[in-house]
């Protein structure tokens, strides 16, 4: 995976992640409504709802009532992107990793049996 593409799907899983922690322990789904401001509860548009940069745009407040934005959106975005592209740095150019099956034992090497008898 190129890195830039694991940057941005870095991004966007940490602000879905941000989503997760926010609605499940309020019993909210996760797909709707869209996002809102908690405090005027208006819709947040697409461009600020990008992440890091929307926050950064918005200096850390909402566009219609200001009320501050935590900080902690924009970081765990940025660190799910620093880790997913420390991820693709480190596995590209290398072969995907052989599959193993821990329930599947490898066959004896045949010297194992006449080793025994010996
Ligand atoms: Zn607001």
New binding site residues.
């Given amino acids: 995976m190129p890195v830039a593409l694991a940057t941005i799907l870095g991004a966007a899983i940490g602000s879905f992640l941000n989503v997760v922690a926010y609605r499940l322990p309020r019993h909210e789904s996760l797909i709707h409504p869209p996002s809102r401001?908690?405090?005027?509860?208006?819709a947040i548009r697409p461009y600020d709802n990008i992440p890091v940069l929307g926050w950064l745009l918005l200096r850390g407040h909402?566009?219609?009532?200001?009320?501050a934005i935590s900080s902690r959106y924009p970081i765990v975005e940025a660190s799910t992107a620093v880790r997913h592209t420390s991820t693709a740095r480190v596995s590209r150019g290398s072969p995907a990793p052989k599959a193993r099956s821990w329930y599947a034992p490898t066959a004896p090497s045949p010297g194992a049996a006449t080793s025994s008898a010996m």
């Fill in positions: 401001c908690p405090g005027c509860d208006t909402c566009r219609q009532c200001h009320a």
